[in-house]
């Protein structure tokens, strides 16, 4: 029988590469409708096999495969093999079903756990019997009584989107095919292959002798040789990489190299296998050459019964699911699935470059792999004799070298270094035994990676203890004897970390010990001392236990004694802690792990005490002042280090954040750093959500936050899945209002939905000490979700979807999200860049409705919506941005921006007899790459689908880029955010081109040529590294300072382009754009606030200024081109977020500084509470970020468009302005920020709303409005649009009573005492100016009507369905015309709106009555009252006096005659914010 496909198939299938290969069209769109059968009906025994060539992550469920009776000739397809009958079998997942339905569950394995790569195939044999056969093993009989004559089936279902069909040949045919042709032995064994891994049993007990087995065979550790002659390796058969490899592999160096191509693109299709298989007792060595660190997991090593020439390569070995043996991470999977997680001390992931590898199957059949040349002991007991060596170049692994003994000379000093590492003599004092001198105990020179041991032994210390918190581990030379205390001192203690000090005993011999980062990480003869806890082999045995470590001081001792009857005590400054643990062992050793903010420690024997340090020990053991954590064990709850693939831990692991959010929405499970206590809150701020995914895919709903959860299983044991749904045991979470267990759902409606949470939303839970588990939102309890959890539980969140940043706060109240971020690289906040000297410009040769503009910098389309093609000026070089800005969009069009690259040279196009085309999609006549909307196109064939950012979504002030890549990829730059990959292949000569489609009607060049040229010709990017490479360390400060600055001024060390004038007060930038860096010449005191004045502004750049502080003397420091490449004890403010270290910590933060005028004021302060508040016109904008060392300095960059400033003295007004006649404009609506006539007040940047500081009265009306029915849909998501006008805001904002809108002008006030909901403003209107030139007043109304009026989007009566109509709000347009009003609904009922310019007025109980509510946090009842802000039509009222019989003036500003506005037309009122006061 043929190995084909049937010709006829479901509708979606097409059929290529002569029939073999069934491929699913519409991947994305589509998940059914894919069903291919066999060309012919299957014979007796006959196996009908075909191997997964690609999946897609969109959907659930993968391939489906059985036999039917029906013929494909004649067969109605349905949409999946499921529907099939009248003589089916299908198999699907692990459930065999027969017509469609089950008839065995839980058969063979699950079909949709297989991965690219696997092969799946079905057989009838002659007795009647259906076999699946998975990567050649037979999983038994799936069902029996089959006809004699069916046909093989596979559906192309859900993730499996193509195949191809490798034979229908018999077992026994396709058995010889595997067989090499020689001895008879050899063709025994390798025909049972597989059943000889599949019943291969690896040893139940591991290896604890280790240490024993070193010591006695120390000097036959081999060092890469074979062990007996036979075996002996001559040039002509050395080890070899075999020249098949994975996709991604180069080979070089005669094959002994191998290298993943795409590091940091790629993390897989990296396997490669030797050259021949393994003799016994060979050593099969590696050497790791290179790692890069932007993925997870790194290298793997292992054996594989599969043949290099017949294997189709798996993209990682694990997926390989015969035949293989892994080492990965400490761990041994075989055959993909993990049979013992703790093979050795240490893991794989934590290997250098420069580390060895090795391994080697012995002769009795066991496996054994090397790290450096130590044995790490049996990793399987019986393996094949006939075996291959295979690496895998997996996450950080990216090149390594076959190591041969003969050519390897550095491998003989390595090995040497271990020999006299494990020497038991090395190191120490040894007295004869009849010596009466006591051996001295000092500290082991092997010792953990950070730290270093000084003063003969004595003193361990941690060099760089503000760059890194663990790795410090040091042991005693010597065993402790019975009742011998060892103790140590603190000698020097950091600020900047978490944790501190722990102490404890071990079984390990230091000589033979490999180190681990701490030492809680021991699984075995280890006990610890940790916080106020004692931990035995890394489990908590004793909760609260003695003197809390982490608390302790620089000078204090720490001690620890076994005692002669096996119990261990410890000791805090000599007061005994009590009983810790017994039937500790005889022969333990002392150890210390200077952990956290312990950074040296000294060993008290009463000889010759050193004092404790004054000075660092050389200049890199700056030991600052610095505290980025000062918090209490309580709050000391981090993310583990262990989670999901696209999971990103920052901040200290207090933040969690999924890279690549908009092309990923999964595999970012994250767990909390240990179990939880009991009654302990564990809660997480909702930092950032993308727009990227909406609707759902299948039945998977991917619009929600996280998922948030406990388990019972520790991180080290779980192997995390895509989605935290997947985890079926041990696990209970929250998913919208469902609460569910293993995944499974236990309880619908319960108290709170977590699909309404947005960006500032707190998410808490905790597990009380009768093992109930509630969830708090936003602090507020929601009830018990389920009973009768076990104890011992880790928290689980899910950053899934939408959901793409969270932040663990410190309980309640909430912290401020401004803490500092790890050394992680975070690329998924933009940076401005703006246009600098040499920019990008448009070539001449466009499309013939385009017009360009300032020298060639913009592109105007003046007619129509096509025929707008423009191309760069040059080629594009490798990893060169050219961005564009939109400038203008015309609703009139739909469609928007293309743009991409092409290989059409724009002096081509004046030769061309047709041009340009109308559209980019047109462009043909060279090879060309664009996005259209979010579609990636090949000269117009689409290639990808759901790519990013949909250009769809563009708007007026958006920047779009395209970058190629120097590994031949296309990228497309949304604000500064990188989209990801979304063309591969991409030419060397290529052009950006872009398409002014639809509405895009206009665009500005904001990039810059890559040129090789000195600092000041480089673009002013706030993003730049220049000077980072050439930037000096800091120096520390020596000098503390004092309670008042003697002086105020600059420093003279600046930027080199800054001169100081006016003694030192104003800072001049007279050069470039850059290199303008300026900082305080004193410390800046605690409560003092720290004034500059901006006095020029050049419009000649894009961007401006950005302020800070520092932790060091900025005295002697080698300034770099811009603020935002000092990389140490830094924060800064740009634009309208905070950085620390240049990486994002704050978003939101603020007024943009950008958009600051000349005279504006801008002042610093750090309060008594270590945080950093920026001023703005004298308004403090909140805390920035917090723990700012003291002492610090100012420090400002005046870049880009700032080009002098002033600092504002109380003697001395700054130059350029006098400050004192400013007056702060308080009511910060949109209509303000433009209206034309407000020339008499100054600028003020919105006010800032941060959601982790609302004040108790806007939090009470917001609490308010959520019992209210009303769709987020209605409300404007910008969180600072939301205005709380209770009288300590508007005076914290400066706000006066009175503002003018309007044209003409009419005054009306602010609504003191209300708070403002902004509601999601209506583009029409937008465009019409209403919001500019209407006036505004106020609405009141009741509960009952909220939800009509804004579903109508009309104001509407309590007694009445609408006042006006239904349709939407009629906007007369600029141009004098209005809507068309063929649509319009006949006035019904026309009932008058009263509306005034004041609340005082409008607020009344007449118009706005009460209604009684319960708050849910405060359990207080309250009464509140509801109105409307909205802009009314100028002319479309009459102005009338008050109805309510008010005898006193109402408002002093307005007249008793002229407070009430009555109107009576259609669409004269547009809503503009809701109102809620509460009492």
């Given amino acids: 029988m043929a190995a084909e496909f049937h010709l006829r198939t479901g509708k979606l299938v097409a059929l290529l590469n002569g029939n073999r290969t069934a491929k699913r069209n519409k991947p994305t769109e589509e998940f059914n409708h894919g069903l291919a059968m066999s060309r012919e009906p299957l014979g007796d025994g006959q196996l009908f096999q075909v191997r997964i060539d690609r999946k897609v992550n969109s959907w659930s469920g993968s391939i489906e495969i059985g036999v039917t009776a029906l013929d494909p000739s004649t067969l109605d397809f349905p949409s999946s093999a499921t529907g099939l009958k009248g003589g089916s079998w299908i198999i699907s997942g692990c459930s065999v079903l027969r017509d469609g339905r089950s008839v065995l569950e839980e058969y063979g394995q699950d079909l949709d756990q297989l991965s690219e790569g696997d092969k799946v195939g079905i057989q009838r044999t002659a007795g009647g019997e259906l076999h699946l056969w998975v990567n050649g093993r037979d999983c038994g009989v799936a069902a029996s009584g089959l006809p004699p004559r069916v046909w093989g089936v596979v559906d192309l279902y859900g993730k499996c989107t193509q195949v191809t069909v490798l034979g229908c040949d018999t077992i026994s045919r396709r058995e010889e095919t595997r067989r090499p042709t020689a001895t008879a032995a050899t063709t025994t064994t ?13 040893s139940d007990v591991v290896n604890n002798a280790i240490l024993s087995a070193y010591s006695g065979s120390l000097l036959n550790v081999s060092l890469g040789s074979p062990l007996d002659g036979s075996c002996s390796v001559t040039s002509n058969d050395a080890l070899l990489f075999h020249e098949k490899c994975g996709t991604l592999i180069k080979l070089s160096n005669n094959n002994k190299t191998a290298e993943r191509r795409r590091p940091l693109d790629e993390f897989n299709n990296g396997v490669v296998m030797t050259n021949r298989p393994l003799r016994d007792n060979e050593m099969f060595e590696i050497r790791i050459d290179k790692l890069v660190d932007k993925w997870s997991g790194s290298i793997e090593i292992g054996i594989t019964v599969h043949n290099p020439n017949n294997l189709d390569y798996p993209a990682t070995m694990t997926n390989l699911r015969s035949g293989t043996i892994m080492m990965s991470g400490c761990g041994i999977l075989t055959n993909g699935k993990g049979t013992r997680r703790e093979y050795c001390e240490f893991s794989l992931d934590e290997l250098q470059e420069g580390d060895h590898i090795g391994l080697m199957r012995k002769s009795n059949g066991a496996l054994h792999f090397y790290i450096n040349g130590i044995d790490q002991g049996v990793a399987a007991t019986q393996t094949l004799p006939t075996v291959y060596g295979v690496v895998d170049l997996y996450g950080m692994a990216v090149k390594v070298t076959i190591v041969h003994n003969h050519n390897h000379s550095d491998r003989l000093r390595r090995n040497n270094a271990i020999m006299r590492a494990l020497s038991p003599d090395v190191g120490r004092r040894v007295f004869d035994s009849g010596d009466t001198e006591v051996e001295r105990l000092l500290f082991h020179p092997n010792c953990g990676q950070k730290a270093a041991i000084v003063c003969d032994g004595r003193t361990a210390l941690r060099p760089h203890a503000t760059d890194d918190f663990n790795h410090g581990v040091v042991l005693s030379n010597r065993s402790l004897r019975s009742n011998e205390i060892f103790q140590v001192r603190i000698d020097k203690m950091v600020d900047k970390w978490a944790g501190s000090i722990e102490i404890g005993v071990t079984t390990h011999n230091p000589a033979y010990l490999q180190l681990p980062s701490t030492m809680t990480n021991l699984r075995s003869g280890t006990w610890m001392m940790t916080g106020n806890g004692v931990m035995h082999n890394g489990t908590t045995i004793l909760d609260e236990y003695g003197h809390n470590l982490d608390r302790l001081k620089a000078g204090d001792t720490v001690g620890v004694m076994r005692k002669d009857d096996g119990s261990l005590h410890f000791f805090v400054n000599n007061v005994d802690q009590g009983l810790a643990a017994s039937n500790v062992p005889s022969s333990v050793y002392a150890v210390v792990d200077l952990y956290g903010q312990a950074a040296q420690a000294t060993i008290i024997d009463d000889i010759d005490l050193p004092p404790l340090p004054d000075e660092p020990l050389d200049g890199n053991n700056q030991i600052s002042p610095c505290s980025l954590f000062s918090l209490t064990p309580s709050n000391d709850l981090r993310f583990h280090h262990l989670h999901g693939n696209n999971a990103v831990i920052t901040n200290g692991g207090r933040t969690a954040f999924r890279q690549n959010c908009r092309s990923e929405f999964n595999d970012a499970i994250v767990m909390s750093s240990r179990a939880l206590r009991e009654g302990e809150m564990f809660e997480i701020l909702i930092q950032k959500m993308v727009d990227r995914w909406s609707g759902s895919i299948e039945a998977v709903n991917i619009e929600t936050p996280p998922y948030l959860g406990v388990t019972a299983i520790r991180p080290e044991d779980l192997e995390f899945p895509s989605t935290m749904t997947d985890i079926d045991y041990d696990t209970w979470m929250l998913s919208g209002t469902a609460i569910m267990q293993d995944g499974n759902t236990m309880r619908n409606n319960y108290g709170c939905d977590l699909d309404s949470l947005t960006t500032g939303s707190r998410i808490g839970m905790m597990r009380s000490s009768n093992g109930d588990l509630h969830y708090y939102i936003n602090g507020v309890d929601q009830g018990v979700a389920c009973s009768g959890l076990p104890p011992e539980l880790y928290a689980v969140v899910d950053l899934y979807g939408q959901c793409v940043q969270v932040s663990i706060t ?37 499309g013939k409705n385009v017009a360009l503009q300032n020298d060639g910098c913009r592109a105007v389309r003046i007619h ?31 469609g928007s921006l293309h743009i991409g690259l092409t290989t059409l040279q724009p002096l081509d196009v004046s030769c061309s007899s047709s041009g340009l085309p109308s559209s980019l999609l047109e462009l043909r006549s060279k090879v060309s790459w664009l996005v259209s909307g979010s579609e990636i196109r090949r000269n117009g064939m689409l290639q990808k689908q759901n790519y990013g950012f949909s250009m769809e979504r563009l708007t007026v002030g958006n920047r779009v880029g395209v970058k190629r890549a120097s590994d031949d990829t ?44 000195a600092e000041s010709t480089k673009p002013p990017s706030m993003s730049s590294d220049s000077g980072s490479e050439e930037e000096e360390e800091l120096s520390p400060c020596e000098n503390e300072t004092s309670v008042f600055m003697a002086t105020v001024e600059f420093m003279e060390n600046h930027g080199r382009n800054i001169l100081l004038s006016n003694i030192g007060h104003t800072a001049t930038r007279v050069a470039s754009y850059n290199q303008g860096v300026v900082a305080s010449a004193q410390p800046l005191p605690r409560q003092l606030l720290f004034q500059i004045q901006i006095d020029r502004l050049n419009p000649q750049w894009t961007s401006s200024l950005s302020l800070g502080v520092i932790g060091n003397s900025p005295e ?15 924060w800064l403010i740009q634009r309208d977020s905070v950085f620390h270290n240049s990486l994002k910590i704050c978003d939101n933060y603020g007024p943009n500084l950008d958009t600051c005028p000349e005279g504006t004021i801008l002042g610093l302060l750090v309060d008594n509470a270590h945080s950093l508040h920026l001023f703005v016109n004298g308004m403090d904008q909140g805390v920035a970020a917090q723990d700012i060392p003291n002492p610090c300095f100012v420090v400002i960059d005046l870049y880009g468009q700032c080009e002098q400033v002033t600092i504002v003295t109380n003697d001395a007004m700054a130059i350029g302005g006098d400050s004192g006649h400013l007056r702060c404009q308080g009511d910060v609506e949109k209509a303000d920020v433009v209206d034309g006539i407000k020339e008499n007040l100054c600028w003020t940047p919105p006010p800032e709303v941060n959601p982790m500081k609302t004040c108790e009265y806007q939090a009470l009306c917001a609490r308010f409005k959520e019992l209210l029915p009303l769709p987020d849909g209605y409300f404007d998501e910008e969180l600072k649009c939301n205005l709380c006008y209770c009288e300590s805001c508007h005076k914290l904002r400066g706000d006066e009573a009175y503002y003018k809108r309007g044209d003409p002008p009419k005054d009306y006030a602010l609504p003191f005492g209300w708070c403002r909901f902004a509601l999601r403003l209506n583009p029409r209107c937008e465009v019409a100016n209403v919001y500019k030139k209407w006036h505004t007043a106020y609405h009141g109304t009741c509960v009952g009507s909220l939800r009509r009026t804004l579903d109508h989007g009309e104001l509407v009566s309590a007694g009445s369905s609408s006042i006006f109509c239904t349709n939407e709000a009629k906007v007369e347009l600029q141009n004098g015309y209005n809507d068309p009003e063929e649509n319009s609904i006949q006035e019904k009922d026309v009932v008058k709106v009263s509306l005034s310019p004041t609340m005082r007025y409008i607020g009344l109980d007449r118009f706005c009555p009460k209604i009684r509510f319960k708050d849910l946090k405060s359990q207080r ?12 039509r100028p002319g479309s009222y009459k102005v009338g006096p008050q109805s309510v019989g008010a005898s006193e003036s109402i408002d ?4 008793n005659n002229e407070i009430e506005w009555i109107t009576k037309e259609r669409a004269s009122t547009v809503l503009y914010g809701l109102l809620i006061r509460v009492e």
């Fill in 1116 to 1130: 002697r420091f080698n300034f770099p081109g811009t603020a935002s490449s000092i990389k140490r004890s830094a």
């Fill in 864 to 894: 129509g919506f096509s025929h707008g093609v423009v191309l760069s000026m040059k080629e594009l070089r490798s990893d060169e941005l050219f961005e564009v800005k939109i400038d203008e969009i015309n609703e009139q069009w739909s």
């Fill in 970 to 1013: 296309m990228h497309i730059f949304i604000d500064g955010e990188d989209m990801g990959v979304a063309a591969a292949g991409i030419a060397k000569n290529v052009f950006a081109v872009v398409d002014l489609y639809g509405k895009v009607a206009s665009v500005s060049i904001v990039s810059s040529s890559v040129l090789e040229e």
């Fill in 1421 to 1432: 009842h309250h009464h509140a009252q509801v109105a409307f802000q909205v802009c009314v």
């Fill in 1452 to 1455: 002093p500003r307005f007249s």
């Fill in 190 to 202: 390798t025909t049972s292959t597989d059943e000889g891994f599949v019943g291969m049993e690896l």
């Fill in 810 to 846: 410190s309980g309640s109240p909430p912290v401020d999200n401004s803490l500092s971020l790890s050394n992680a690289t975070e690329k998924s906040f933009p940076i401005q860049s703006p246009v600098p000297g040499i920019a990008h410009r448009f070539h001449s040769n466009c």
